[in-house]
């Protein structure tokens, strides 16, 4: 049998499943979950990462090991929620939207050479609709195994976040990808997924999207979330432009199991940030 390693696997000895919220974070870079206890505790973390380069369909079929191999996927909960972070999305103008054309949007910015499901989210605060791809063979598995999930887009959990006044990018960094948003003068102006094979490109990526926003890097706050350390040299190379940069917090609203407080905050911050988007 195909085996999957997690790169965390954490999971509290007692836990009320029938009482317990799932979510689960799911994209390209691979599959988060997280289980929140009615008493606000969140009482298990789990990440498998995908390995760099491989395919869709050697993806396809890890989720469906882990489908069958993971305790947490076993059980039943009270609530299930379902994140999706494929990148493959783009911001319309609510006075632009219309779906019969998403298909063509969506082909003309990343091609048509692999197709899918075509979804969209109305971001509220913003009056927009978030047009999204997620590949088919990926949406099929999902409603079989997780029929009852609610499903949005990690994205659009992002923007309809509260944003504060001034210029700020939230990152969240993967092993091999980083997502961001920018926001000018309190206004949402970018959700974007990079790929980056270095420290050097992923800063590329960085500086590079603030100039194509006219937002000079001293002037921005990098709210920093996902798997990087103060002592890597992925941080040195983003510090160089960057100098007001902080590591997000565990909400404040919950509690935690101490196994998962025994790791850097920022490490999953954000998977614990979408209990409160629901």
Same mark, same amino acid.
């Given at each position: ?30 599959? *988060?979950? #997280?289980? !929140? ?6 009482? =298990?973390?789990?990440?498998?990462? @995908? +390995?760099?380069?491989? %395919? ?80 088919? *063979?990926? #949406?099929? !598995? ?6 009852? =999930?609610?499903?949005?887009?990690? @994205? +659009?959990?992002?923007? %309809? ?99 998962? +407080? ?17």
């Amino acid at each position: 049998m195909q085996h999957v390693n997690p790169s965390f696997y954490i999971q509290a000895p007692e836990i009320n499943f029938e009482t317990a919220q799932l979510f689960v974070e799911a994209g390209p870079m691979g599959i *988060s979950l #997280v289980v !929140l206890e009615a008493d606000t505790c969140f009482k =298990a973390l789990v990440n498998y990462p @995908f +390995t760099i380069g491989s %395919n869709e369909h050697e993806k396809l079929e890890k989720l469906k090991t882990l489908f069958r191999s993971d305790i947490l996927f076993q059980k039943k909960y009270t609530k299930t929620h379902l994140f999706w972070s494929f990148a493959e999305s783009i911001l319309v103008p609510a006075e632009l939207m219309y779906t019969e054309g998403n298909s063509k949007m969506m082909n003309l910015v990343f091609g048509d050479a692999s197709q899918g499901i075509i979804r969209s989210d109305f971001l509220y605060k913003h009056n927009l609709h978030h047009v999204y791809r997620i590949p088919e *063979s990926v #949406v099929d !598995l999902f409603s079989t195994q997780l029929p009852t =999930a609610t499903q949005t887009h990690l @994205f +659009t959990t992002l923007a %309809n976040r509260h944003l504060p006044e001034g210029h700020h990018i939230f990152a969240t960094f993967y092993s091999n990808s980083l997502t961001l948003m920018l926001c000018k003068d309190g206004k949402l102006q970018v959700v974007q997924n990079f790929d980056y094979t270095n420290p050097d490109e992923c800063a590329f990526y960085l500086l590079n999207v603030c100039k194509g926003f006219d937002v000079k890097p001293d002037s921005v706050s990098l709210h920093i979330n996902g798997m990087i350390d103060e002592k890597s040299g992925l941080y040195a190379a983003i510090y160089k432009y960057f100098l007001n940069m902080e590591f997000d917090k565990l909400p404040e609203e919950y509690t935690y199991d101490k196994a998962i +407080t025994d790791h850097p905050t920022h490490f999953f911050s954000h998977l614990f940030a979408l209990a409160s988007c629901v």
